[in-house]
């Protein structure tokens, strides 16, 4: 296979319509399903990128505090 099977193509594949008719799941239930774990997988990785991003910034905050205590202040 060139490439993963997109949710259309899936709902079309002849063996996979055998399985799913030999276990008693309905297309709507498939295509629910795969719905909610595409929802459930982008919240994840949204918060997964959140915490990258507040993670990053408060390493910078550290770095530039840490720079700023170590500088000699300009007398005034």
Known sequence: M?????LKEL???PLI?????ADGVAEDSLQDL???????EISRLQL??????AD?????L???????AKSPRPKA
Do not use: C, G, I, W
């Open 48 to 53: 997964q990128m959140h915490k990258t991003r």
């Open 17 to 21: 319509l055998m399985v799913m008719r």
């Open 11 to 13: 709902a079309a594949d």
């Open 34 to 40: 795969m719905r909610q774990v595409a929802e459930s």
């Open 56 to 60: 990053e910034f408060y390493a910078r």
């Open 62 to 68: 550290d770095e530039s505090l840490a720079h700023n």
């Open 2 to 6: 060139e490439h993963e099977l997109t």
